[in-house]
């Protein structure tokens, strides 16, 4: 399968693995900005297909002072810009139906977080606008039944979609990924791997999620062994002082050699 409203993304495993990176959240316009550019410079070097990906608001919380968002029409047009600014495609997750609609007008791909995964009425709403749709599986779920959301939103007539490993939960406060689930999800849709999310340690004392960033290049690594079609990676110049998800993102500073060292991976395991 091949979406082909975003010819970056391919479902093949001839081809180089496409990237979904960005912040966690829409901070401000000059972040955005400044994270694109850089993201943009690494990917073209090493012709990896990238869409930008950023949250027009968080509305999965840990605690009522959480950061939740900018403004909604404020980031979406932020969103925007960086679109028409490097010419790529953006990414961003709704958490209400009548958030498809609105999105819709400014990104290019709605992102079904994975605790709303199961609810039908935000999918549906997102494959009705005729947008590329990523699934998060959720943390609660099998990598077969994402089957059936897959099946949601081409039974609206939107055969582009696609499926995100985010990891399982694996105790109270940590994820775990199950690479078997990897080709199981293939067969149903082209498969990108959530390294940063998977790597996360939820329901903290604190009210604030921890993660461990020391270990996003051995869950990268092995994703892009089984042949997975995408990475996402948060990642911000900045990660210790993010409104959001700090704990678990990349550090900009390495994603170059991060990357450099998956594309190896990559080649040699295509010329098997």
């Known amino acids: 399968m ?3 409203k975003i010819p970056q993304i391919k479902h093949s495993d001839s081809n180089n693995f496409f990237l979904l990176a960005g912040p966690c959240a829409i901070e401000g316009e000059e972040m955005a900005l400044r994270i694109a550019e850089k993201v943009v410079e690494i990917t073209s070097k090493l012709e990896i297909p990238y869409i930008f990906k950023g949250s027009f608001k968080k509305a999965n919380r840990s605690r009522l002072d959480s950061f939740t968002g900018i403004g909604d029409e404020k980031a979406l047009k932020i969103l925007r810009k960086v679109s028409e600014t490097f010419e790529i495609p953006t990414v961003t997750d709704i958490h209400e139906v009548s958030d498809a609609k609105m999105a819709a007008e400014y990104v290019d791909v709605l992102q079904i977080p994975a605790f709303l995964v199961r609810q039908t009425d935000l ?8 947008k590329v749709v990523n ?10 039944s994402m089957k059936h959301a897959v099946t949601k939103v081409t039974d609206c007539n939107n055969d582009q979609v696609m499926v995100t490993d985010r990891g399982t939960m694996f105790g109270y406060q940590d994820m775990i ?8 999800m293939r067969e149903f849709a082209p498969t990108v791997l959530d390294v940063t999310h998977s790597l996360q340690q939820p329901n ?12 996003i290049e051995t869950i ?5 062994v089984n042949h997975v079609d ?3 990676i948060e990642t911000h110049f900045d990660p210790a002082n993010a409104k959001s998800d700090g704990a678990n993102m990349l550090d900009l500073a390495y994603l170059e050699n991060l ?3 998956l594309v190896s991976i990559r080649k040699t395991i295509n010329s098997f």
Do not use: C, H, W, Y
């Not at 699934?135 to 077969?144: A, D, I, V």
């Not at 990268?220 to 892009?224: K, L």
């Open 204 to 215: 903290q004392s604190s009210g604030v999620t921890g993660g461990r960033p020391d270990m």
């Open 123 to 130: 999918v549906v709403a997102a494959a009705e606008t005729g």
């Open 220 to 224: 990268a690594r092995a994703g892009v």
């Open 2 to 4: 091949e979406l082909s």
């Open 177 to 184: 990924v199950d690479f078997r689930g990897i080709p199981t």
């Open 230 to 232: 995408g990475l996402f």
């Open 259 to 261: 990357l450099t060292n």
């Open 135 to 144: 699934l998060k599986k959720g943390q609660f779920m099998s990598p077969e």
